[in-house]
């Protein structure tokens, strides 16, 4: 009887306290841990917030940000978030006000829990990124390569450039083009003064600008990009003045045509049509149009030489031009044009960098096939 | 309204269309058109997505904060509207473009560009070796973590035959392709070799890029055409 008694005592005082532990556990609990901090290596719009996860079964359904603005009223800032969310980036932040924090937990039984407020935090911008500090030496290394090579090839030792046929073909075309009485076209694509292609691209019609000045053969440029084109007429107008011929020089045939990009391709192909140019440069950043243009001054036989880094138009520049520059040759082109030792140097140094990633791959393939990430672990950080 | 509209844009496709047969009057006509129309929506849009918010409206706000400063009645917000001031500085290297109009001043024109060109570079060079260099050589050694026999990897982590495969052969073209890409050296021997492999990559790449562009542009195109037959023919019921 009275062990029944005792079993009896025990059974209900487990019973009770497993119903309390689960009634605890349900109970509403406000988000702990909550902390908001400036927001490193950013220009100082942004405080970061992070409090601790709720456990799954505490019945957060999500969390609100209440902010105050230099110890004014509090106010919820943007939506609800998820439940599963730690970390909130205020980017709507005041410069230069003082933002305190409270993070409100949205329970399933439409109650909300309020965390204590967070001290308050005033956003500042870094002047340096410490996270890019192995980009950055890399960026020094790469430098310090190109400029070692741009001293070797001025102190006047040669530098070996292989051949690239879709350059060899640059004098044939500005020769073709000259014997027939017709004009170049030249067009630099829908790139904008700060893509790279376009930059090349530049830096080639300068060189091609020089023949053309030379043999007095009319060169058309019709740009899509406003800036560009003062660049483009700055650049060619130079590059009469290198040769001598500033009187040949005709600022009107290089012009702005429209930065729309299927009626700039529009206005190019009729141009092509009516005008019949000899010869056609299409280097530059290129998009859906580049077959169009192509495919018209292959129609009208015009010799066509084509470069672009975009590598899904490359195929169609391929198929329709007669030589293609293919991603980086676009780059050294002014280097094999030029002969320059400032850009055989840079090309060279380039090449060096190849080799850094040539070896980088192969070693890194190693390590890792071993076991060791430790190359994979700094590329990621990097990036 | 709306059955205008169909006929304007039917007639214009046809015109744009019939550069197919030759250059004719047609074509000409909707060429012109397009660029007059787009160049006068590109300066509305410039003017109302540059020009104003980025220029007129800071410019104009910190002005009249100056002037509320001068005037006595100031707050912290309208001393931070101060700042706005300084704008000055790149519209007026901005209005510099328009030396280019004035022959004796348009060497003026070279301090904006210079700028631009050196932003330009300075954001797109550390941008493109992080995105090119770094990522795309942690994507071609990361899949070996998961292939080596000294690696403790989770049985759901292990890479199939098909993606070891894929993963080796992704390392050959890198280094073939990357071999071609190598000016200062002569392509002789093993380094030819090397980079005679690395065109055929190429080569095959951009093959799958053509034949997947080329079905993207077709799709375009029996939208066009699905557009004459279905809304422009469809209409000729409502007019005839």
Not at chain 1, 73 to 98: P, R
Not at chain 2, 56 to 74: D, H, N, Q, R, Y
Not at chain 2, 184 to 194: D, F, Q
Request: net charge negative; proline share 4%.
């Amino acid at each position: 009887m009275t062990n029944s008694k005792s079993t009896l005592w025990v059974v209900a005082c487990l019973v009770f306290f497993l119903c309390g532990t689960y009634a605890f556990s349900q109970e509403p609990a406000a988000p702990t841990n909550v902390t908001a901090k400036d927001t490193p290596n950013d220009d100082g719009s942004s405080i970061t917030i992070t409090w601790d996860a709720a456990s799954e079964d505490s019945g957060v359904v999500g969390y609100k940000i209440l902010r105050n603005s230099d110890a004014g009223e509090f106010e919820e800032i943007g939506k609800q978030l998820d439940a599963n969310v730690t970390v909130y980036k205020d980017k709507t932040i005041i410069k230069g006000k003082t933002h305190a924090y409270i993070v409100r937990a949205v329970y399933d039984n439409e109650t909300s829990m309020y965390s204590a407020q967070t001290a308050a935090v005033k956003a500042k911008g870094q002047w340096f990124h410490t996270g890019k500090v192995a980009l950055f030496l890399a960026m020094l290394l790469f430098s310090a390569a190109i400029l070692w090579n741009i001293y070797h090839a001025r102190s006047g030792k040669e530098v070996f450039v292989r051949r690239i046929p879709g350059l060899e073909a640059v004098e044939e075309a500005i020769g073709r083009a000259t014997e027939m009485g017709r004009s170049i076209l030249y067009i630099l694509g829908l790139g904008d003064v700060d893509n790279v292609a376009t930059i090349a691209s530049m830096t080639i019609l300068g060189q091609v600008a020089r023949r053309t000045a030379d043999y007095e053969t009319p060169l058309r440029v019709p740009c899509r990009d406003p800036v560009v084109l003062n660049v483009v007429r700055e650049m060619v107008k130079t590059s009469y003045l290198d040769e001598g011929r500033p009187d040949a020089y005709n600022e009107d045939d290089i012009f702005f045509l429209t930065n729309e990009q299927f009626a700039y391709a529009a206005g190019v192909n009729g141009m092509m049509i009516r005008e019949k140019p000899a010869a056609i440069f299409l280097q530059g950043q290129f998009y859906a149009e580049s077959l169009l243009m192509a495919e018209t001054g292959n129609s009208i036989g015009a010799i066509q030489i084509a470069g672009t880094d975009s590598e899904h138009q490359l195929p169609f520049f391929i198929a329709a031009c007669d030589y293609t520059l293919i991603g980086e040759e676009l780059y050294a082109a002014t280097a094999y044009l030029s002969k320059d030792p400032l850009f055989l140097g840079s090309l060279r140094g380039q090449d060096w960098g190849k080799v850094v990633i040539f070896a980088g791959i192969i070693f890194g393939v190693s390590l890792e096939f071993f076991g060791i990430n430790w190359i994979t672990t700094l590329l990621q950080r990097v990036s | 309204m709306e059955l205008f509209g169909i006929w304007v844009a039917a007639f214009l496709t046809l015109c744009i269309y019939s550069f197919l047969y030759r250059d004719n009057p047609f074509y000409r006509f909707a060429e012109h058109l397009f660029v007059g129309i787009s160049v006068g929506y590109g300066i509305v849009i410039a003017i109302h997505q540059g020009v104003i918010p980025l220029a007129w409206e800071p410019l104009s706000e910190a002005v009249s904060a100056l002037w509320t400063e001068i005037t006595g009645e100031t707050t912290p917000e309208i001393r931070s509207a101060l700042w706005g001031l300084f704008k000055i500085i790149p519209i007026a290297f901005g209005l510099l473009f328009f030396a280019r109009l004035s022959p004796r001043h348009n060497w003026l024109v070279r301090y904006p560009i210079a700028i631009l060109i050196g932003f330009g570079a300075g954001i797109a060079i550390p941008n493109m070796l992080q995105a090119n260099i770094f990522e795309q050589t942690r994507a071609t050694i990361e899949p070996f973590g998961a292939i080596g026999p000294f690696v403790d990897v989770p049985p759901e982590a292990r890479l199939s035959a098909l993606d070891i495969f894929g993963a080796i052969l992704m390392v050959i073209g890198v280094i073939c392709t990357l071999t071609y890409f190598f000016f200062s050296v002569e392509h002789r021997g093993p380094i030819n070799w090397l980079s005679k492999v690395g065109i055929a990559f190429l080569m095959i790449g951009f093959g799958a890029a053509f034949g997947n562009t080329v079905m993207g542009r077709l799709a375009l195109m029996i939208h066009r055409v699905g557009f004459l037959i279905n809304e422009w023919i469809g209409s000729f019921g409502a007019l005839f």
